[in-house]
């Protein structure tokens, strides 16, 4: 999809903006934690599944990714922050918009234990699209502004990686860092621990 694309449709599909080692990497990475008990044990949108929000990991490829998701919106942007969630068979993310850090989303596919791809819903101008995406796939849209959702998941585990920007000369350019002080990246050494 061209950046006109984004601009009228209010989403755009990544194919394989994710590549290994880094998707393997991340993937093992998110099962690890969730299986050592080192995330979240859920949160209001999925009670029970497990989520982390700010990791240094995930905040490594959340600046990574800041020169991709400029070229695909045609816009500045800051990033905001990530959030991750290892949904398990039954989850479902009701229909729902994002907070004002979630002004351009972008949904990452981890990669999954499921006969076929999970779709995220996204209801753009056009209507709703359901988006299914092989591991490395991503979809971005204008979270505050699309309703997005998800329907029972029948697999057995999928890894969802969530990485929030706002346009720099936009309204929303308060929530740079979410309002932290800085990223919790790698390769930001004087982010906050």
Request: with cysteine; aromatic share 10%.
């Amino acid at each position: 999809m061209s950046d006109a694309g984004f601009a009228t449709n209010k989403y755009a599909v990544l194919r394989a903006l994710v590549k290994n080692p880094t998707l393997a990497s991340c993937y093992k990475y998110a099962m690890r934690a969730a299986e050592n008990g080192r995330m979240d044990q859920g949160d209001s949108q999925v009670p029970g599944t497990p989520s982390a929000y700010g990791d240094p990991m995930m905040e490594t490829l959340l600046e990574k990714l800041v020169p991709e998701i400029e070229r695909a919106v045609a816009l500045a942007v800051y990033p905001t922050y990530s959030y991750f969630r290892v949904y398990k068979r039954g989850d479902v993310l009701k229909k729902h918009t994002d907070r004002p850090s979630c002004e351009i989303s972008l949904s990452v596919n981890l990669g999954c234990q499921a006969e076929r791809p999970w779709p995220l819903w996204i209801e753009g101008p056009g209507g709703a699209s359901p988006i299914s995406l092989e591991p490395g796939d991503a979809v971005l849209y204008r979270g505050i502004e699309c309703f997005h959702w998800r329907e029972a998941f029948a697999g057995e585990h999928a890894v969802q990686l969530f990485l929030h920007y706002v346009d720099r000369n936009g309204p929303h350019a308060e929530w740079k860092f979410d309002k932290r002080p800085g990223l919790r990246s790698f390769l930001n050494r004087s982010a906050p621990a």
